[in-house]
């Protein structure tokens, strides 16, 4: 379609009257060309006497202003409308007319050359005729077409003023050609430019008047603009030449006139308004242009008009014999001096107020919508779409602003919160189907939305003025070049006319105004920009305020969404496990992003999602994630659509959902991953992605305080416990030391009181039993000592068993007592080396305290556990010691790393066997 629409354009660019068109202009340049250099060598050639510097600049600026003549009238004539072609080619031959006139102008002031004084002559006569002509279908310009009917109908005596006018400029033109003969042309030419200039006046003036009043009274704001033109460029330029061309004839001059090069400069300013108000709709560059070349014109024809005045005045006012000379001259040059100052000053307020009087209405359209407005992006998107459509009279403005958060332009505000949303949705369809069909676009546009990733904000992000529909839809192979580029193009599409202004803050698009069409075929040009960056001047510190605003409380809710979960567990003095602290926090963040948050945890040798909230796709289907990589353990921000070079090791292919990823670290260790997930597109901007590693940072803390709230928990639960093994040890204990110490006292005391009179065999069986009491005493005093000391954590070790007894045997020191073991080398055991050596040292002591016995220490194994049998057999009694007082204590001992005690009595000994678990690394070999 796109491709079809280019072709069709390419060839109404080169149509066969566009291409007539151009051979006629190129002939018609020829010919001044052809007139400027025979003009120059019969010039140079009567003037090889002459030294003054004077008559070659005056050459020079004739053929100057004779090109720049030629090139208003080529373009007004090629880049106009075709609707207007036949009223823009009478401007042409004006345009024509007078370019012929200055390129023959040097050479016809002398005398002796009569060839190019009858061209200056017809050059005249021809320009008065065609722009009798041209202001005579002046309403087919200005008006409407069935208006401009009526007013050629409505008054029948333009008819004879226009064919009066033929009639004496035809006739100017051949009694030029006749009298030439005999040197008798100037006087003649002289009274029929008079008459002619009257007419042309008297036309132009009615033209005008009438229009002028038409568009009043129909309130045609735009045709009153451009009559405004008009009229301003007429009255300006026709007042200096009046200056140039009546001043002379009216005052004396002792010396010769200005030549005539100079004295129809002024007409330039007319035609270029007439142009300018022809092509008003189709020139795409900003008025501003217009406006300083203005400005320049009339500041130098201002100060060439001052500086003649003042001439004439000095020549006709000062005498050489006055002896007050040099104060007239003084005064002459104060007079000149100030007058140039005050021209120098109101020439830009008068063309202001000439030309550009609509923009003072413009402002004050824009400052009475600011009075009333509030800071807020919906509000400002309102008062900028009611301006635009007070400004351009059009019923269709669409206002689309950046949103950042998910990637899109959409429109401001919604359809449903305007009045004028029928008008709006039309246009926003329209503008859709249109960008819709550019063979570029790969992202989907809707009605209210237009994905940022689109092809024409490229273009827009570096245009320096509004542009077009069509201008964008274009193929860049097939855009126009040259000149053309600055002329409105045809367009024969619906919305080809529809204007998109780029929204720029620092440097940056932030949205675009789009203007619908204008009625009556009309299209946007340069007055238009400057209305455009106008409003844009206007509104653009409003916006960037409300904008952020709006930003700032889009944080400021986030934050609030996402610290919703620590705030509502510093409230509550419940105790939270891990789960439920990492479910509370996803819940949050889930709901502050519209999305779904995952929380990864280490278990086992990978990482298991403990929990998944909300309701966007999963980028990990399953629940377990392998082990990461190094280069995964660092923050991504995921952008669906975006051109990425680094992402987690796991992603084969860029995901098409936008995510967050979010390492959490504990100190140096790895803890975890937070994955965060988007419904639609999303663009992270920097302070969201603070605020979402905030609180990653946020979930790690608090998950290392259940974490830490939970050891302590459990260390309390352990002390507690082991307080109360204490405690029973405690009355184990102490109902055990009663006898004994009843016994010890009972012996200390029969021995303190009787040790004289007892036989010396009774008191050494006494002495011999209370000491046999007070090791007893002593080992249970170290027995509870040691169990009342603080323990570090259990902590699990491969212990080779032949080793280890062999240690505890060496600590012993005994002589009295026979202890050896058969325990193979092989064997291993996994278990707390602390702890089980604190268990074999008190069972051994308490054996070897209180007789001689013989010990031995055997092992055997099953195919978890290795059990220690420590085998006791007396010398002198049949019976074992036992182990009543510690048994309880011993055996929680062993539980906690998880093995057991039995003790078992045999006939002749004890046995006590000590149960471990075996260690996996070296499995034992079966005997």
């Known amino acids: 379609m796109q491709a079809s629409f280019t072709r069709d354009r390419q060839r109404k660019k080169t149509s066969p009257q566009q291409i007539r068109r151009w051979i006629f202009v190129g002939i018609a340049s020829i010919v001044i060309v052809a007139i400027i250099i025979a003009n120059s060598i019969t010039y140079f050639t009567d003037s090889r006497g002459n030294t003054s510097l004077i008559s070659p600049l005056l050459f020079i600026f004739a053929s100057i202003i004779s090109i720049m003549f030629l090139i208003l009238g080529s373009l007004t004539w090629l880049y106009t ?383 320096i003025r509004p542009l077009l529909l069509q201008e964008i839809t274009t193929d860049s192979a097939n855009r126009p070049a040259g000149i053309s580029r600055y002329i409105t193009p045809d367009g024969d599409r619906e919305g080809d006319h529809i204007l998109l202004a780029p929204i720029f803050i620092q440097k940056r698009l932030v949205g675009i105004l789009v203007l619908g069409e204008r009625d009556g075929e009309r299209s946007y040009a340069s007055e238009d920009f400057d209305i455009i960056a106008l409003l844009l001047k206007r509104i653009s510190p409003l916006l960037e305020t409300a904008l952020l605003t709006a930003r700032a409380n889009q944080q400021k809710a986030l934050l ?100 967050a990823w979010l390492p959490l670290h504990y100190g140096a260790q790895r803890a975890g991953i937070l994955l965060l997930t988007y419904i639609q597109p999303h663009s992270f901007v920097p302070e969201e992605r603070h605020a979402l590693q905030m609180f990653a940072r946020s979930l790690q803390a608090a998950l290392d305080n259940v974490r830490m709230v939970n050891d302590l928990q459990q260390a309390y639960k352990k002390q507690q416990e082991l307080d109360h093994l204490k405690d029973r040890f405690i009355d184990t204990v102490t109902q055990q030391l009663r006898i004994p110490l009843k016994r010890l006292d009972e012996y200390v005391e029969t021995i303190e009181h009787y040790h004289t009179t007892l036989p010396a065999a009774e008191r050494g069986k006494l002495i011999r039993q209370a000491y046999k009491t007070s090791g007893d005493l002593s080992i249970m005093l170290d027995t509870l000592f040691n169990v009342s000391q603080p323990r570090q954590e259990i902590a699990l070790r491969t212990v080779a068993l032949s080793t280890f007894v062999d240690t505890i045997i060496s600590s012993l020191h005994t002589t009295q007592h026979k202890v050896s073991h058969e325990i193979p080398e092989h064997m291993q055991v996994s278990t707390d080396v602390f702890l089980l050596r604190q268990i074999c040292t008190s069972i051994l002591k308490r054996i070897t305290s209180q007789q001689e016995y013989t010990v031995c220490l055997r092992a055997s194994h099953s195919f978890t556990h290795v059990f220690i049998h420590i085998d006791c057999s007396g010398a002198q009694e049949k019976s074992a010691p036992r182990l009543t007082f510690s048994q309880s204590l011993i055996k929680s001992l062993l539980q906690e790393i998880d093995g057991s005690l039995e003790i078992t009595p045999q006939a002749e000994y004890e046995r006590i066997t000590i149960g471990l678990p075996m260690a996996q690394e070296a499995p034992l070999k079966t005997s």
């Open 81 to 463: 409308s075709h609707k207007q072609k036949k009223i823009t080619f009478y401007f042409f031959c004006v345009c024509y007319s007078i370019s012929l006139t200055f390129a023959a102008e040097a050479a016809a002031t002398n005398n002796s050359n009569i060839f190019f004084s009858d061209i200056t002559s017809f050059g005249s006569c021809s320009s008065i005729a065609a722009l009798v002509i041209f202001f005579y279908h002046f309403p087919d310009l200005t008006l409407p077409a069935q208006s401009a009917v009526r007013q050629r109908q409505r008054i029948p005596w333009r008819g004879i003023i226009l064919f009066c006018s033929h009639i004496v400029g035809t006739a100017t033109i051949f009694t030029s050609l006749a009298f030439s003969l005999t040197g008798q042309t100037y006087e003649i030419l002289r009274s029929t430019i008079i008459v002619n200039v009257t007419i042309m006046t008297m036309n132009i003036v009615l033209r005008i008047s009438h229009s002028w009043f038409y568009c009043m009274q129909h309130e045609l704001r735009q045709q009153l603009q451009q009559l405004r033109w008009i009229a301003s460029g007429f009255i300006l330029g026709s007042s200096l030449f009046w200056i140039f061309t009546l001043l002379p004839q009216l005052v004396p001059m002792p010396y010769a006139p200005l030549p005539g090069e100079l004295t129809t400069l002024p007409i330039i300013i007319f035609l270029f308004t007439l142009g300018v108000a022809v092509l008003r709709y189709q020139l795409l560059i900003f008025t501003i242009y217009i406006r300083k070349s203005l400005i320049f014109a009339v500041r130098a024809l201002g100060y060439m008009a001052v500086i003649y005045c003042c001439l004439l005045i000095s020549s006709n006012s000062v005498q050489k014999n006055d002896p007050h000379v040099l104060l007239k001259y003084g005064l002459v040059l104060s007079i000149t001096l100030v007058c140039s100052l005050a021209i120098w000053r109101l020439a830009e307020p008068c063309v202001d107020f000439f030309f550009f009087r609509e923009r003072r209405r413009y402002r004050q359209i824009f400052d009475q919508s600011l009075y009333s407005s509030q800071i807020s992006v919906d509000d400002i998107a309102r008062i900028m779409t009611t301006m635009a459509v007070e400004a351009f009279e059009i019923p269709q403005v669409c206002l689309y602003l950046l949103e950042e958060t998910r990637s899109v332009y959409r429109l401001t505000p919604d359809l449903l919160d305007e009045k004028r949303a029928f008008n709006r949705e039309q246009l926003a369809q329209l503008l859709m189907q249109r960008l819709g069909s550019i063979e570029a676009a790969s992202t989907a546009t809707t009605g209210q939305e237009i994905d940022i990733a689109h092809p024409i904000f490229k273009q827009l992000a570096v245009a």
């Open 560 to 659: 609030n969404n996402l610290y919703s979960a620590s705030s509502a567990s510093g409230k509550s003095y419940t105790v939270s496990t891990i789960e439920q602290t990492a479910r509370r926090y996803a819940q949050s963040v889930a709901a502050a992003i519209a999305g779904r948050a995952e929380v990864w945890l280490p278990q086992d040798q990978g990482y298991h999602c403990f929990v998944s909230e909300g309701h966007a796709p999963r980028l990990i289907e399953t629940m377990e994630m392998p082990p990461l990589q190094a280069e995964d353990w660092q923050t991504y921000f995921f952008e669906a659509g975006s051109d990425v070079t680094h992402l987690p090791s796991f992603f084969i292919f860029p995901p098409e959902t936008s995510f």
